[in-house]
């Protein structure tokens, strides 16, 4: 049953096209068929694993395991890792079969962001009607119904690209924290019911959880809250007042026990260094990986004593020891803002420019890859809608606050780093804001034009499912000729495992790497095999691509690296080589294992002179 307020800024229904009935009919059948095309990436997905995969990963196992010390981390926030953690209980996971039950996990966040995206049009049709009847304006172009599809399809298309099933990463669980908080405010603007208030703290206390971004998003989406109700809701001090107090209150309640703890870790007050560390990597110029107290010419414009940096065991070439940190399957990536605790970054103007106008160029590219959206706005502009522009206070402008804190996203990352997965939450907010602000330019062809529009809305969300379909489709087929278990399965780094295992390397064991394929682009091999990587001899990849080999026969002192690694324990020395050099019959190659049926190879260090690694298949 309808309120009074929604009775009174309800469309009427006669003024509704056939079509707009017919999309009615249709949205549970087109809800169904935009989950079931994209659940089929949770089978056919490719491998795209890498070092941030990781670290979730164990920080999941971390808390399955109830070691919440471990799980404090300054780098990576839980929320995602407790999602890791019950779906591999949910699907009694082992080693070997955990990531197609994390690809599993990542379709149900996709079913969360579906339902955060509805709420976000539905609240934001709201608020346009409440507005509208304020102000006395006009009809627009779309319903909440051709809102919705435009969400899913553009949820749909992410599931495509940036956000897709074989990424384990958080980035999908934060736009659905974001889009549930932003839909809480616009309800609040629309109803100023302090529930509303009180639901978009605890949103954004979850997506805090789920990355420290979401921290100084929820000071923005305050301040929109502050200004929206002053000067275009003339609302009266206290009534704001409550509200923010709401808002920051229920944010705290979420939050603040993470936040506590994490400071008390650290002994300061910290909600997490993610953003100041990649200011001092992108901005500041500072090294990334294996910075130590007197490379001051590697500071950049940060400086500060680091407490607890990399143990360096040998400076040519540089061997580093990770038994500092007792967590992660390589904890040099596992908690960086442990191994540069003390870095005191500083702002640089130039390099600051420098990156914004790199982070500008990227934002085009991010436009041109994401085409459909703003395509799809230039045919309803050339169709005869346009913008409802209205922005002063005495007209609806419900479209300036998902337009201004989508801006602000790409602006709060846009001083450091953007990535599309990063941003796809304040694309989504810009375009659904700019689609619901379309308005029919001539009120008596309004029918016909919204007949059109919706004709396109549909075509562009049956095109995005079928293109699921299609890429599903080839996907499986590939899998079919190469026998393979699903997408998930990735020959070298799971053979590479299985090779450690048979060689009496497993779970508990250290091992050591070399080179960036294994130490630093993909160490899931090492995950799979239960091992934890604690030295590295690290080989900084060359201006120009160079093999891994021919930087092991020229490196400087080969064999006392060696036996300062084996020296450390390690049971292995694991590298990526190209088989057609690991002969075996060359000083370089001489003792190395192939594990097996992958181009991943190891040294035994402190192993039986009979350790051999199987061929596993």
Known sequence: MQT????????????????????????????????????????????????????????????????????????????????????????????????RAYYFVNFG?????????????????????????????????????????????????????????GKVRPDALLQACLLFALAALLQHLATSHLRYAALMGVALGFG???????????????????AFRKFWLRHSAGQITAATLIVAACFAIVAGPYIGALSHQRGRFDFGDSGSLNYAWYVGGTEKMHLQQDQTALFGSADGHLIHPEKVLLQSPLILSYKLLPYGTDPDWFDTSFWNDGIKTHFNPRNEIHVVARN?????????????????????????????SSWRRSHSAFWLVPLFLGLAVFAIYGVVNIEERYVTIGYLAIMLACFAALRPLNSARRIGTSQGACAL???????????????????????????????WYDPDIFGAARGLNAMGVGPGDAI?????????????WARLAGVRILTEIYLPEPEYPVPLYNQLANLKDRDLAIDIVRKQGAKVLVGYFDPGLMTGTTPTSAGWKELGLSNFYALPLNLPASAEPAQVR
């Open 4 to 99: 009074p307020l929604e009775q009174h800024t309800a469309e009427p229904a006669s003024s509704a096209s056939s079509l707009q009935h017919w999309l009615r009919r249709f949205w549970p059948i087109y809800v169904l068929l935009a989950a079931g095309t994209t659940f089929f990436y949770a089978l056919y997905d490719a491998y795209q694993i890498d070092g941030d995969a990781a670290a979730y990963m164990d920080i999941g196992d971390l808390i399955r395991s109830h070691h919440w010390a471990g799980v404090i981390n300054g780098y990576w926030n839980p929320l995602y890792p407790a999602a890791l953690a019950l779906g591999h209980t949910v699907f009694h996971a082992t080693r070997y079969t955990e990531l």
């Open 109 to 165: 966040i996709f079913l969360l962001q579906m339902v955060a995206v509805v709420a976000f049009t539905d609240a934001l049709v709201r608020l346009r009607q409440v507005r509208s009847a304020a102000s006395g304006s006009a009809e627009y172009l779309l319903d909440r119904y051709a809102l919705r599809y435009i969400g899913v399809t553009l949820l749909v298309f992410s599931a495509q690209r940036e956000l897709s099933m």
């Open 208 to 226: 805090y959880l789920t990355k420290s971004f979401a921290f100084v998003f929820t000071f923005v989406s305050i301040l929109a809250i502050i």
């Open 360 to 388: 500008f160029v990227l934002v085009g590219r991010y436009l041109v890859d994401h085409p459909e959206p703003w395509l799809l706005l230039i045919v309803l502009l050339l169709l005869g809608s346009r913008f409802d």
């Open 457 to 487: 809305v549909l075509l562009l969300a049956l095109v995005a499912a079928f293109q699921s379909a299609r890429i599903n489709a080839r996907s499986r087929r590939y899998l079919s000729i190469d026998h393979s278990p699903g997408g």
């Open 512 to 524: 050591a790497c070399v080179g960036d394929l294994a130490c630093v682009l993909d160490y899931y």
